[in-house]
Antibody, heavy 121, light 108 residues
Framework: QVQLQQSGPGLVKPSQTLSLTCVISGDSVSSNSAAWTWIRQSPSRGLEWLGRTYYRSKWYNEYSVSVRSRITISPDTSKNQFSLQLNSVTPEDSAVYYC???????????WGRGTLVTVSS | DTQMTQFPSTLSASIGDRVTITCRASQSIKSWLTWYQQKPGKAPKLLIYKASSLESGVPSRFSGSGSGTEFTLTINSLQPDDFATYYCQQYNSYSPWMFGQGTKVDIK
């Protein structure tokens, strides 16, 4: 059974780094047909695509312009997982963060359960 | 950026009704549109991809149509399990892949 298991802290202080991990079961982060994505959702911003990583003979990363200067999405092939780092967070970054899989440009067919992250001192 | 406008924002309907939700793109996205259903406290669920392709396991009462800038999601014979919020998303231009604002379908 293919699953995505998210982990990471639910509370981050302003100006610090938000770090989340998504462990993949039943698929490979190095799949040549999948892309591994982070999406967040908040009442003020709705659903917001943050970025993705994928392998097509080499690794690619693509990021939303809204967070491009602060975001890193990294694959870890040894642990079959991928991670999100968002630097210099503010309360505006408070949201539910989801990891998701996209296969063959056919939408996000698999999602993690979501992690509520609150940015507060 | 390609902006997505989804309407209505709220829709009240009864069991058995036919429901239509519209999503409009600010520029052509060909058929690069997906539809998701989301229930409170849950992750979105993929319903339709490439504008009109039904995701495996999704009931056939859901259908999608459109291309270019105008798209619709139709639910034929609304069932109790269908009361939820529905989102469209474009993935033609990648930065960013915008979601619509959502349509909440509730009970009339």
């Amino acid at each position: 059974q293919v699953q995505l298991q998210q982990s990471g802290p639910g509370l981050v202080k302003p100006s610090q780094t938000l770090s989340l991990t998504c462990v993949i079961s039943g698929d490979s982060v190095s799949s040549n047909s999948a892309a591994w994505t982070w999406i967040r959702q908040s009442p003020s911003r709705g659903l917001e695509w943050l970025g993705r990583t994928y392998y097509r003979s080499k690794w690619y990363n693509e990021y939303s312009v809204s967070v491009r200067s602060r975001i890193t999405i990294s694959p870890d092939t040894s642990k079959n997982q991928f991670s999100l780092q968002l630097n210099s967070v503010t309360p505006e970054d408070s949201a539910v963060y989801y990891c998701a899989r996209e296969v063959d440009d056919s939408g996000y067919d698999l999602w993690g359960r979501g992690t509520l992250v609150t940015v507060s001192s | 950026d390609t902006q997505m406008t989804q309407f209505p924002s709220t829709l009240s309907a009864s069991i058995g009704d036919r429901v239509t939700i519209t999503c409009r793109a600010s520029q052509s996205i060909k058929s690069w549109l997906t539809w998701y259903q989301q229930k409170p406290g849950k992750a979105p669920k993929l319903l339709i991809y490439k504008a009109s392709s039904l995701e495996s396991g999704v009931p056939s009462r859901f259908s999608g149509s459109g291309s270019g800038t105008e798209f619709t999601l139709t639910i034929n014979s609304l069932q109790p399990d269908d009361f939820a919020t529905y989102y469209c998303q474009q993935y033609n231009s990648y930065s960013p892949w915008m979601f619509g604002q959502g349509t909440k379908v509730d009970i009339k």
